[in-house]
Structures are given as C-alpha cells and as structure tokens.
C-alpha cells in the first residue's frame, strides 16, 4: 500500500494498465466516431433530399389472355445533369393482336401497334422536388398527348413527404376505316399525397386523385346489343353512346413495413368512385424477401372489384332503350384476382460492365378475371342466358437493370 | 347528489381539456431520429424499386379496370379494345 492507502504496483503493470487504458479509450473513441460517422451518413442521406440514382432499365413485357396477346420492348432512362437536375426519358412500345369476346362477336380480329415516348426533367431544391414531363402515345386510330406537373416536399424533420400533381391530357381519336370520323377528348388531373414515417419499421401513405374528362369518350368501334324480334337471329347491334363527362376520385392507402429479419410487406387499399356510378376497391399484399446478397424474391395477391356503370347493360330490351347505352365488360360488374411472382438476380460486381451495379429481373403475374353481368355471346346458349363471361391472362415483365 | 356528480364531472372534464390543450401547446418533435432509419433506407424497402415495371402493370389494369388514379405512376394511353 502507498501513503494514499493505493496497492502498490511494479512499473510495468502501470505501463500496461496505461496502455490498456489507452486502447479502451481509443477503442471507446473509434466507436463514438463510428456511430457519429453512421448517424452522419443517415442524417445526410435521409435529411438532405437527393436525387434518384441515374439507372437505365430495358425491358420485354408480354400480356397474354382473352384472345389478346400484346407484348413488346420498354427503355428507362434516368441521368442526372447536375446535383439538382435529372433528366428521363421512357419509350415503350404495344405489338396488339385482338381477338377477344366483344371484337369476335361483332368484328373480325385485328392487329395494331402503339408506341410511347416520354420526357422529364426533375428538379430539387432544397427539400423540395419538382417534376415536369411530356408523354406522347400514338397508334393508327388514337393520338394522345400529355404534360404532367409534379411538386414534393420533405418536413418534419423528414418525417413526412407532401406532394401534389396536375396532368393534363388532349386526345385525338380515329376510326380505322372511315376516314371521315375524328373525335377529340381532354383528361385533366389533380392529386396529392401525404407519406409518413410512424416508426422506425413503418411508413405509410395516403394518396388522392381527381380525374375529368370530356369529350368523346366511346370506344368507336364497340356495339351493344338489343333484343329484336324483326330479324331471324332476335338480336340487333348498335353503336355504344356514352354521357360525353366523367369525372372520378380515387384514394389510396399504403403501408410498408420492415420485418425484423430483413424481408419487407408493403399493403395497398384503393377506393374508387366515378359519375358514371361505378365502385370500386382493390386491395393488395406483398412481400419481398432478400436471400443473400444476389437474389430477392417477390410475392403479391391482389383482389379488384367494381360494381357497373349506370348505363351499362348486357342485353337492352329494345333499340335506343336509353340516352347512354354501352356494353363494354370493363364498365359491367367484375372482380379479379392477380397473383403474382417476381425474381430479382443481382449481378456480382465481376460479372458487372465498368463495375457498374446491375440486375436482371423476372415477373410473372396471373390474373383471373369474372363478370357477373356480362355474357359470352360465342357460347351456345339461348340470347340474354348464355354463360357468363370469364378469363385468365399471363402477364410477364423481364428486365435489366444497370445503375451508372 | 346529482349536483355533485355533474360539477365532478364538468371539473374532470374541464380538467383534461386544459392538459389536453397544455398537452398540445408543446411542439411535436419528430420521434423516429434519422439514425433510426436505416431498416426503411433499405433498398428491399422501396414501393418503386422497379419502376419500369411499376408503369406496365399500372398500365395493365388500366386498360382492364374502370377504376384509374392515385397508383402514383401516370396512366393513360389505349390498347383496350
């Protein structure tokens, strides 16, 4: 013991108590600069807005049900000019062969093409992002040309994201075969959006949006059919005539939650309402599971119901039975179901062109469609009882993905 | 007896109004901190973790359902004959 009432200790058992010492400071240190450095880099990446990473993504897509088969390429481009400007560019293209129920019934099958140009330019300033684009989408007998404006803003400590849109949309409608027919209609679109971060594991997201149209809203070439006893068949067929407004709002509620060994679960609920007296609501469950560093897989179900629109009938009883008249299925009284499956392979780096992050991807959706008042007129059956329609469709997506 | 109750009730009442209002004078910190994040940072995370494939199948339902908007992508074009 020394004078203090200290044991006593021989030199080199200070040295090493000193070192030791030392090296929990420096090891305390170099933890309390780790967890600075951590909290800086998720402080900058989650305080400060930034741009999206430039990406470009090439795609096949192909959807295959009803007597329809329409597929074709897609190219995503996303670069950023500067740290406050990205630029985008998409192109897609529609290769359609049509044979479904409602063409095979009245018309004969065809075939047509439609193409797809967009371009954008993003905008942040601070906390806020501005987006505006130009769409043009063109096919024989449709020329539809759009501007959309979009405006978001991170606050409350970037707990939340409010955002609002406009889109506007003018059309130009044509019917193959008639040279003289030309119809014009306008969309206009207004939404907003709140999205928030309740927990550390849970964010969530409402979404609004208003949609109007007028206009020439038919589709030119569809029929509906009326019972008539003047001819042999007791069916007669005319054009389909709807309200020349429309107007729809939409609501949507997200969740995306973190699973505590690294998988995700992302739940979906639409509303959706319409002047044409249509209801409808979808609802939609998916889960993302990485296993390791190179492969995620993807689960989804879906489940989308409307009721008809007020003028819809399958069968009128007599010709101009009333002011508005259609028969197209996608106006009856559905419901689908999709199932879906996705795969995403991440390429290892050495695999990768100028070490480049990349990804190659497959999706797979199967979608079962039933009407409940709309009947197959191919079917054998007596008119107006003939069985009601329903079919399956595959949808695939596969994509490459490269972040530069 | 009834008097009592109703001044009772009327003082607990106005009681957690005021702690209610108290309550809500105080500024609302954001409670997750930005060193919490990092769970919903993750990229598996993302809603629009493929967007060219987000745009497909928005269009997909698009053409096949009545309903339209507030998918978060922007809809429009044909293909639905």
């Known amino acids: 013991m020394n004078q203090l009432g200290e044991p006593k200790v021989p030199g080199e058992v200070v040295v090493a108590v000193i070192n030791k010492a030392n090296k929990a400071n420096y090891a305390k240190s170099r933890q309390s600069f780790l967890c600075l450095l951590i909290w800086l880099v998720f402080s900058l990446s989650l305080q400060a807005a930034v741009l999206e990473e430039d990406r470009a993504d090439v795609l096949y897509h192909s959807y295959d049900g009803g007597g329809m088969k329409i597929d074709g390429p897609a190219i995503l481009l996303r670069k950023k000019a500067s740290e406050s400007v990205a630029l985008s560019a998409y192109y897609y293209v529609d ?196 296993f390791g560093k190179t492969v995620e897989l993807e689960l989804k179900v879906r489940y989308y119901q409307q009721t008809q629109a007020s003028f819809y009938s399958d069968l009128f009883s007599h010709q101009n039975a009333q002011n508005f008249l259609a028969r197209d299925k996608e106006l009856s009284d559905f419901d689908d179901l999709t199932l879906g499956l996705g795969v995403t392979y991440l390429i290892p780096k050495q695999f990768s062109i100028s070490d480049w992050r990349s990804e190659v991807s497959l999706q797979w959706d199967y979608i079962t469609f039933n009407y409940n008042n709309f009947r197959d007129p191919t079917a054998e059956g007596a008119l107006g009882e003939e069985p009601l329609y329903g079919f399956s469709a595959h949808v695939i997506r596969a994509f490459f993905s490269v972040y530069f | 007896m009834l008097t009592n109750y109703f001044t009772r009730a009327l003082f607990i009442a106005f009681s957690t109004s005021l702690l209610a209002l108290t309550g809500c004078a105080q500024p609302i910190e954001p409670w997750v901190k930005p060193y919490e994040r990092q769970n919903l940072a993750d990229p598996i995370m993302r809603t629009n973790r493929h967007p060219i494939a987000n745009m497909h199948i928005a269009h997909v339902y698009e053409a096949r359902e009545s309903a339209r908007g507030a998918e978060g992508t922007g809809g429009g074009g044909c293909g639905c004959n």
Do not use: C
């Not at chain 1, 063409?103 to 004969?108: D, N």
């Not at chain 1, 330019?121 to 769409?135: F, G, P, Q, V």
């Not at chain 1, 409608?173 to 550390?200: C, H, M, P, V």
């Not at chain 1, 509303?271 to 990485?290: C, G, Q």
């Open chain 1, 95 to 290: 290769t359609i062969s049509s044979a479904s129920v409602d063409v095979l019934s009245t018309a004969s099958a065809y075939s047509e093409e439609r193409q797809e140009g967009q371009l954008g330019i993003e905008y942040l300033h601070d906390k806020t992002t501005m987006a505006l684009s130009i769409r043009q989408s063109d096919e024989d007998d449709y020329l539809a040309n759009s501007v959309n404006f979009n405006v978001s803003h991170d606050t409350f400590g970037d707990l939340t994201n409010l955002s609002l849109g406009l889109a506007f949309s003018d059309n130009e409608i044509r019917r193959n075969g008639d040279d003289l027919f030309e119809e014009q209609s306008q969309q206009y679109r207004i939404r907003a959006g709140i999205s928030q971060i309740l927990t550390k594991n849970l964010s969530i997201a409402l979404n609004i949006e208003s949609v109007a149209d007028e206009g020439y809203l038919n589709n030119p070439y569809r029929t509906v059919r009326y019972i008539d006893s003047s001819v042999p068949a007791g069916v007669g067929y005319q054009s389909e005539v709807y309200p020349n407004t429309r107007n729809s709002f939409s609501t949507k509620l997200s969740a995306s939650y973190y699973l505590p060994y690294r998988a995700a679960l992302f739940l979906h609920y639409r509303h959706f309402s319409d002047s044409w007296k249509i209801d409808a609501n979808d609802i939609e469950l998916s889960y993302r599971h990485p």
